[in-house]
């Protein structure tokens, strides 16, 4: 299988795709079941592109696992059969993305490429467990920590982040999700839904690696709203990793000596729920949807 030889966009002229989204983080998927297509930072764009492709947060590479070109992904084959290759819409790797990994095993399920009720998948953050509870679907996002532990627990914070339009930068926490996260507790004289995020959130130190941001407003107990700015994409109306993100934080202010287990998260595109497991564990549980079926002409692109 994994000797087969690729196929670039130089010798394709079609292309399949799957559209998809969880609380409106969306993203396109893209079948390569047989492991031959180059999905690079330029196609990915295109099809990312909301004006002249699909349009999406992101693309998704469904791939066996075993195919996969990375030594340590392939390692995850026995477990996990099936690879989440997953792009920003900016062309670049992005370790791991929540909404992604239900929409991804929505589509598997739907074409029989996983029948049961719980299954593994492979990430770049390593193998995430999948369980369906009806129309939801639950992600064990696996080990969570903050980077920065000894300085959050001295301060509260390890981090500033400011916005623009915004005075003075706000302090923040670094999450660590497999993927990188900064979370503001926004003042109570700041609007969570006024914020201006076109423009990317200063952070310092700034992260070698970028970082998303998500900004943070408390309703009631272990209920929090969230909006973020992604790394490589912009502001989009969810993240799943960011959510997690941003219930550890909020628990972690809270002074918690262990996260509250159950939070419930209102993003623009919806609502999440976060539980703590244990061994330093997150689940994240939510909707998926599968809403359209096509092929794109390459040439358009």
């Known amino acids: 299988m994994s000797s087969a030889p690729s196929r670039t966009m130089t010798d394709m002229s079609e292309l399949r795709f799957t559209k998809g989204h969880g609380t409106e983080n969306d993203f396109v998927v893209v079948p390569d079941v047989d492991a031959r ?15 002249a492709g699909v349009g999406g947060d992101g693309v998704i590479r469904v791939v066996p696992t075993a ?80 980077p920065e532990e000894e300085k959050a627990r001295a301060d509260g914070f390890d981090a500033l982040v400011h916005v623009v339009g915004h005075g003075d930068p706000w302090s923040a ?23 201006d995020l076109l423009h990317v959130p200063e952070v310092r130190p700034v992260p070698p690696h970028g970082t998303n941001v998500e900004f943070v407003r408390i309703i009631g107990p272990a209920h929090i709203a ?21 219930a550890l934080a909020t628990s972690f202010w809270a002074g918690e000596a262990e996260p509250v287990q159950d939070w419930t998260v ?19 549980a939510g909707p998926a949807a599968l809403v359209a079926d096509g092929t794109i002409d390459l040439s358009s692109l």
């Open 173 to 195: 926490l670094s999450v660590d999700m497999g993927n990188p996260h900064t979370v503001v507790a926004l003042p109570e004289d700041v609007d969570l839904g006024g914020l």
């Open 226 to 246: 969230m909006r973020v700015h992604e790394r490589g994409v912009g502001e989009t109306r969810s993240c799943g990793t960011g959510v997690c993100a941003a």
């Open 266 to 284: 209102d993003v623009p595109g919806g609502r999440l729920r976060v539980r703590a497991l244990p061994h330093h564990e997150v689940e994240l």
């Open 37 to 51: 297509l180059d999905l690079d930072a330029d196609l990915t764009r295109r099809l990312a592109d909301r004006h």
């Open 67 to 146: 195919a996969a070109t990375d030594e340590s992904v392939r390692a995850m084959a026995d477990r996990a059969p099936w690879f989440m290759d997953y792009r920003n819409a900016d062309g670049s790797f992005a370790e791991m993305c929540g909404n992604g990994t239900r929409v991804f095993a929505a589509y598997l399920r739907r074409e029989g490429l996983e029948t049961a009720g719980e299954f593994e998948i492979a990430t770049r953050a390593g193998i995430k467990g999948i369980r369906f509870e009806g129309d939801v679907v639950a992600t064990n996002m696996g080990r969570w920590h903050l």
